[in-house]
């Protein structure tokens, strides 16, 4: 059976390094905290043609979500989604802009690089997603510019929001490649994790509040 496009990306990163799992010694975060999983699709950038192949993935997931033409702006997260938002506003020969994380102390003080406007509709590009809160100050300078946001991509999925992100009531699509779902499967099929290796990996998402 021939195997879908979550999985087909779970195997991706997997193989990139993009998704480590170290259970034992596990990896200890900004916030202090120790995880038995660390992901960095930043990664991915560094082989072309597995990028290539996520990204028109990405496309097509973007389509089954929203109407291609009803997207005049691609914008990308800094850093780590500004190569995405690049690589998809290149395929789909859509203007692209970025969004820093605030605004420059310098100069014109511009949050939002490129040119971005109240008459656009724009989908936002990220590398994840884990509950979101690192996408409300790129969602909130879109708001500002009187722009509509069409959706959030991002390569991977936590899972602790799935389909839907609320901002300002409304109900924003989120579209990704790939989730804990589909890596650990995956990672089991591999041999790269045992049973127990997932059950500890398991509990420890479902203490971060993902769903699946």
């Not at 973007?62 to 990308?76: H, P, R, V, Y």
């Given at each position: 059976m021939p195997k879908n496009i979550n999985q087909q990306a779970a195997e991706i990163l997997l193989d990139l390094k993009c998704i480590n799992f170290s259970p034992k010694k596990q990896f200890k975060l900004t916030s202090g905290k120790k995880s038995p999983v660390y992901c960095d699709c930043?990664?991915?950038i560094s082989f072309p043609d597995e990028c290539k192949k996520l990204i028109d993935f990405g496309v097509k997931k973007?389509?089954?979500?929203?109407?291609?033409?009803?997207?005049?702006?691609?914008?990308?997260g800094e850093s780590a989604g500004i190569p995405f938002a690049a690589l998809i506003s290149n395929k789909l020969k859509t203007p692209m802009t970025y969004i820093r994380k605030e605004r420059k102390k310098f100069g014109k003080n511009s949050q939002i690089e490129g040119l971005m406007s109240k008459r656009d509709k724009v989908l936002l590009v990220e590398d994840l997603m884990t509950d979101g809160g690192s996408k409300l100050n790129f969602l909130n300078?879109?708001?500002k510019e009187k722009?509509?946001?069409?959706?959030?991509f991002v390569i991977f999925n936590y899972g602790i929001l799935n389909?839907?992100?609320?901002?300002?009531?409304?109900?924003?699509?989120?579209?990704?490649?790939?989730?804990w779902k589909y890596v650990l499967e995956s990672a089991f099929d591999k041999k790269i994790l045992n049973l127990n290796e997932i059950k500890l990996i398991e509990n420890f998402l479902i203490d971060m509040g993902v769903k699946n």
């Open positions: 930043r990664r991915i973007i389509s089954n979500k929203i109407k291609l033409s009803d997207i005049t702006n691609i914008a990308g300078a879109i708001y722009a509509t946001i069409t959706g959030i389909d839907f992100f609320s901002f300002k009531k409304k109900k924003i699509n989120i579209i990704f490649l790939t989730s």
